[in-house]
């Protein structure tokens, strides 16, 4: 049985190498774990709409980070219906079109800040310290009443749960530190309710330890995902100055690109599992009872079934289903407002700095094949 693939050695913005070789098949894990692997875009939405693949799953289950420890109270990305749907349908008001369209004004203002702090840092400045990660850890901050100079209590530790290379012990340590954060701050708000999203939940009926894992898990949903998508599609751009010059002509054509930046990125790819909570049928292959079923979303977005040319970067192009928000029940709540962050963050970057430019060869970016999200770490940049 072949490994799961995970060589991105060929071009750092495709999938790992053999990726879509065989569109249901049975790979190990670097633990030795066999799993299905998923890479047909109409078999990953089969699996994903369907919930008797249970997102169920019981800690302990290392290589995956957010499964290898216990799955906590209110942590609905990790739960079935009704469970699932009783927590989700506490926020899904919260994060539609209209909502988020009500944050506009002030993303623009925090990435006006943080392009003026960015000006002012020493050359070569690293996009991700001074503007792609700062963009959504202010916002999701202030949209949950999180306060953001606090941020050492809580960034380390939810980039930490996402490593791939974590040991048990050090994921559940950072989860620990994670939810006694947010149990402090959740005490502090019942003391004294201030403005944001969570502490409109204090008197939605979730105890205290549902409401800690439903921060938890908003907080590292909202940080790492977009921050990684600004950084990374800022340098698939200054790769590719065509598809750039399309995306500075308006605020249409910058709308347009970001689904097709997120369909090429594809940043969280094989990282969410299911688990047949039955014996199941899949492409003409029974799935047993147990067993479990990753989706190479990144692979599923490259299917020649869902898009022509879908090796090509095309900005342009009308927005195809992808799949790299997920698809069904768990599909990605925040999506609303990645997109909103994405479309303000990449045209103000390319017009205050026209001039940008990678300060380094393409080969010394330290590229985040070592986390369950993919990125970069660090992107050294001039102008
Ligand atoms: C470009 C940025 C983002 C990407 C690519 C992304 C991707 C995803 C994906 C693939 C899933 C599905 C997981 C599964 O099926 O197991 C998901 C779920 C989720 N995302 Fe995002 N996400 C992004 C940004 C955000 C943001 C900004 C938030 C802020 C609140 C967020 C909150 C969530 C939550 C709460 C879930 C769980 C939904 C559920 O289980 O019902 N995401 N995301």
């Given at each position: 049985m072949r490994a799961i693939p995970t060589d991105r050695g060929t071009c750092p913005f495709d999938p790992p190498a053999g990726m879509a070789d065989e569109p249901l098949s049975k790979v190990r894990l670097s633990n030795g774990d066999q799993v299905w692997l998923v890479t047909r875009h109409d078999l990953v939405r089969q699996v994903l709409g369907d919930t008797r693949f249970s997102s169920e799953i019981d800690g302990g289950f290392l290589d995956v980070p957010l499964h290898a420890v216990q799955p906590q109270p209110g942590m609905f990305i990790q739960m079935d219906p009704p469970e699932h749907t009783r927590l989700r349908r506490l926020l899904t008001g919260r994060f539609t079109v209209q909502r988020m369209q009500r944050l506009r004004p002030r993303i623009e203002q925090i990435v006006t800040e943080r392009l003026d702090a960015l000006e002012r840092a020493p050359r070569p400045a690293d996009l991700v310290a001074e503007f792609a990660l700062p963009i959504p850890s202010l916002v999701i901050c202030e949209l949950l009443g999180v306060p953001y100079a606090e941020r050492a209590s809580f960034q380390e530790a939810g980039a930490r749960l996402l490593t791939l290379t974590g040991t048990q012990e050090e994921l559940e340590e950072a989860m620990m530190r994670l939810g006694g954060y947010l149990a402090e701050l959740i005490a502090r708000k019942r003391a004294e309710p201030g403005e944001g999203l969570l502490d409109d939940l204090l008197d939605s009926g979730l105890s205290d330890e549902e409401l800690v894992g439903m921060s938890i898990l908003l907080l590292i949903a909202g940080h790492e995902t977009t921050a990684n998508m600004i950084s990374l599609g800022t340098l698939l751009l200054l790769q590719h100055p065509d598809q750039l010059a399309l995306v500075r002509q308006s605020p249409e054509a910058a709308r347009t690109a970001v689904d097709e930046l997120l369909r090429y990125l594809s940043i969280v790819d094989v990282g969410m599992f299911r688990r047949a909570s039955t014996d199941l049928e899949l492409d003409g292959q029974i799935i047993r009872e147990g067993e479990f079923v990753t989706c190479s979303l990144a692979a599923a977005n490259r299917d020649p079934a869902l898009l022509d040319r879908p090796e090509e970067l095309e900005v342009s192009r009308p927005k195809a289903p992808h799949v790299a928000f997920g698809f069904g029940p768990h599909q990605c709540l925040g999506q609303n407002l990645a997109r909103l962050e994405m479309e303000i963050a990449y045209p103000a970057l390319f017009r205050r700095?026209?001039?940008?430019?990678?300060?380094?060869?393409?080969?010394k970016v330290p590229f985040k094949s070592d986390m369950a999200i993919y990125g970069v770490h660090r992107l050294e940049v001039e102008w």
């Open positions: 700095l026209p001039d940008l430019r990678l300060a380094v060869p393409l080969e």
